[in-house]
């Protein structure tokens, strides 16, 4: 039972982009299958699969409207923390769970199956209870809405490390004209605060509003705060700490040409007491 926890847990945080619920609707799975008649059940793998996809399909429907200050964002993963038992392969970036936000459940589940773990759309249609043409209907909506991005997670990130840190140098100068050298002219910056930490604005676009908004938040906030550089589900990401516990933590998306297109800003306290 063991040997499938991480790659169950896995299946649970691509679909949900909670590592806190996917831990408890994955226990919630074993424990049924332990107390359960298993004289029908040929496979345990695949049933302990479906029964995962399935819960996590549901949790994400009945969880659909987040009600926080701020965008919701996905909650944050360090594949270094010990406790965290995902498959690091298979676990998407970070970008990509915040787009994936833009599909309804089974669309998303749907992606995940085909795009990070390569199944048919047999093997989908079978874990779904569908038909293999309205797996493939889902998955072309779904490629639509992201517009038809691959599923890669990167792992080199050596070099945007010097990216990251010519970033924290220009927002601890509050150096406007650096931050905006930094960014994309069509940059989004979003902001989670959760249920209890209030944000200036939940979500900001455009290299010249973007630069004088993280300015002006490093000025009030985050000067003098002790920071660290982090990869967090396959990016680069900024973390400044109060005391012992991170207060924020910037998580970059960077192009292929070095220029940064994304910024999530994450405050909410409970998404980042793990990685703390």
Same mark, same amino acid.
Request: hydrophobic share 25%; charged share 15%.
């Given at each position: 039972m063991? #040997? %499938?926890y991480s790659r169950l847990l896995t299946y649970a945080y691509n679909i949900t982009g909670s590592y806190e619920d996917s831990r408890d609707l994955v226990q919630d799975v074993i424990e049924k299958y332990i107390s359960l008649d298993k004289s029908g059940i040929r496979n345990e793998s695949n049933y302990l699969i479906k029964s *995962?996809? %399935? +819960? /996590?399909? %549901?949790?994400k429907n009945r969880h659909s409207k987040k009600m926080v200050y701020g965008e919701w964002l996905p909650e944050p993963l360090s594949f270094d923390h010990p406790e965290n038992k995902l498959i690091r392969e298979q676990t998407a970036r970070y970008t990509l769970l915040v787009l994936l936000e833009k599909l309804n459940a089974k669309e998303r589940a749907v992606y995940i199956l085909k795009e990070a773990f390569d199944y =048919? +759309?047999? #093997?989908i249609a079978e874990a779904l209870d569908i038909s293999i043409e309205n797996s493939r209907k889902l998955l072309s909506r779904a490629g639509k809405q992201l517009h038809n991005i691959k599923y890669a997670?990167? *792992?080199? +990130? =050596? /070099?945007n490390t010097a990216i990251l840190q010519k970033y924290q140098e220009a927002l601890s100068e509050g150096d406007i004209p650096g931050i905006e050298a930094l960014l994309m002219d069509d940059i989004r910056l979003s902001a989670d605060g959760g249920k209890k930490v209030r944000v200036i604005k939940a979500v900001e676009t455009g290299k010249p509003a973007t630069a004088s908004l993280l300015a002006y938040v490093q000025q009030q906030f985050l000067a003098g705060k002790h920071f660290t550089f982090h990869v967090f589900n396959h990016q680069p990401a900024l973390c400044f700490w109060q005391g012992e516990r991170i207060y924020n933590c910037h998580i970059l998306d960077i192009d292929e040409n070095g220029l940064i297109r994304e910024i999530y800003s994450i405050v909410d306290p409970e998404k980042l007491k793990r990685i703390g």
């Open positions: 063991q #040997e %499938n *995962t996809v %399935n +819960h /996590a399909i %549901n949790f =048919s +759309h047999q #093997e997670p990167d *792992t080199a +990130h =050596s /070099a």
